[in-house]
């Protein structure tokens, strides 16, 4: 029994607990918030769009208006039939963009096939781009200079400054390419002065370069695309994806792109599924919404 315990005890150590370090984050912020209305000023605004019916998006949209209320900012929620017109959401994310009550749009995505993500997602005030998905927040982020970042590469540094993980000069692995993940968090990985390789679909030797990783953070896409063996002694490893399988019993498994129980005999920490990098990605939705209004508020001032 007392060994079960030590191994208990030695597994949970390892954990990078999103969901804490998460509520860490929502705490600050609805103190922030608080400050700023009792000295006279008014709440922090997020504007959520979301077009057609899509489920995941629709609880997704629940979480991120549950979360703003949490912490004090007022939060709108504009919804769009799946058979709405691409002009319709421009229109309506224009609106948005001159209400000086709004500091943050988030357009949920995807959106249907018939409207371009990337037409609609110009038209958004990178002021406003709470996402950081615009392509001069990207090229804000590039340059090194002050901008709104994606939320989940945002949240993944957040969690392992909490946990005083260091990252100069060490090396680090990047599973995925993606301009919400992948291409982000390699920037701030070689901003914080690690040694960034960014893999995807096409990189040949994928184990041996991930068995040198220091810091693996992995956004495949793909359920258990990277074994527990592929996993450095002592490194740690941050896992991105988030999948559902339905078991025979009618229940379902929530499950990472990572062997998470073989691979956290071998990291020194990891990321659960869910719990870890997800609640991140929210609180860091909050915090660029603050940091946006701050902004606003500075300039109106000035």
Known sequence: MVVKDELATEVSSKVLDGKAVAAAVRARLKDAVGQAVAAGQRAPGLAVILVGDDGASAIYVQ???????????ESSFHKFPAD?????????????????????????????????????????????????LTTLSMGLLLAGKNGLVPCTPMGIIELLDHYKVEIEGKKAVVIGRSNLVGKPIALLLMQRNATVTVCHSRTQGLDEICRDADILVVAAGRRHFVKGSWIKPGAVVIDVGIHH???????????????????????????????????????????????????HIAHTAS
């Open 84 to 132: 709405a017109t691409q002009a319709e959401v421009i229109d309506c994310l224009q609106s948005l963009n001159a209400d000086p009550k709004v500091d943050g749009i988030l357009v949920q995505l995807p959106l249907p096939k018939h409207i371009s993500s990337e037409a609609v997602l110009e038209v958004l005030s990178s002021g406003k781009d709470v996402d950081g």
């Open 245 to 295: 399988t339905k078991l025979d019993d009618g229940t379902s498994n929530i499950s990472g792109d990572v062997e998470y129980a073989e691979a956290q005999k071998h990291a020194s920490r990891i990321t659960p599924v869910p719990g870890g990098v997800g609640p991140m990605t929210i609180a860091m939705l909050l915090s660029n919404t603050m940091k946006a209004y701050s902004d």
């Open 63 to 73: 979480n991120k208006v549950k979360a703003c209320k949490q912490v004090g900012i």
